[in-house]
């Protein structure tokens, strides 16, 4: 493996691994904690902060602001310390232990936003903050910033089609702020029209997958762009956290609780296909949730 110059560099080029699923049907996950921040979300903070430094709205006198449910704040953390700026992250206050430890130990400021309002709220107060004091901030803004669909348009759906060898028939993928499933989804359809993009949401505005979105109670991202999902698949918190508890009991792949929901939506559409292969994203690892209820069902 080639020297890296920095973390920057290791960024994306994740292995895609076959799930063991029941029938005929392929399931293929990237498994996206091989990324240095143990995120998808690496991907998209990298090209978003790329582009501030070309137009020069990220310098050093300037603070990274942004809201995250916790992924995307680690990867901004992790970029920033290793170029040299300053970050500060709006996240609602309920956001799991290891999240708000990590993004402190990586020198982020956190703001908690009221745990209520979700990530609704975690946006709003974020934008309050920037419009208080434009000046000192650059404002990424995840969920509006077509970098973020751009890093998986450039990135992830390259590599989907290169470790499927053009296979890939249906693309399974979380929504959070639609980055992931428009950016692959718009990169798989160029390359093969046929292929089918299926969103994966909660099933209730009231959940507990992290990451992911109830989208039609929700802000809706601008980043996401429905015309490039065929469907979506509504999974409950209890379906999500079964899948993941099974995936990492029986595969040894500890996952986060987005990646469990995206497996239970891959084998509510396994049953239904005859032949095919899916693809679909585990956004991060279980590490991250080790102190919930999530993984550990027999507290
Ligand atoms: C754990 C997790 N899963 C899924 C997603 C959704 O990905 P996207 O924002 O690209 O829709 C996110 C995004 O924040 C996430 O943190």
Known sequence: MALSESISDTVGGTPLIRVKSPGDVDVLAKVEW?????????????????????TGELTEDRVLLDSTSGNTGISYAMLCASRGYRVKIVLPANASWERKKMLRALGAEIVE???????????????????????????????????????????????????????VTHFVSGIGTGGTITGVGKRLKE?????????????????????????????????????????????????????????????GLLVGQSSGAAMAACRELAGRIETGTIVTVFPDGGEKYISTQYLDDED
């Open 113 to 167: 936003s009221d745990p209520h309002e979700g990530s609704d709220g975690a946006i709003r107060l974020a934008h309050e903050l920037k419009e208080e004091d434009p000046e000192r901030y650059f404002m990424p803004d995840q969920y509006n910033n077509p970098e973020n669909w751009r890093a998986h348009y450039e990135t992830t759906g390259p590599e989907i089609w290169e470790q499927t060898s053009g296979e």
């Open 191 to 251: 390359l093969e029209p046929d292929v089918r993009v299926v969103g994966v949401e909660p099933d209730d505005p009231l959940h507990g997958i992290e990451g992911l979105k109830h989208i039609e109670t929700s802000i809706k991202p601008s980043v996401l762009d429905e015309s490039i999902v065929d469907e979506v698949i509504h999974v409950s918190t209890e379906d999500a956290y079964d899948e993941g508890r099974r995936l990492t009991r029986e595969q």
């Open 34 to 54: 091989f990324n240095p921040g143990g995120s998808v979300k690496d991907r998209p903070a990298l090209r978003m902060i790329l582009k501030g430094e070309r």
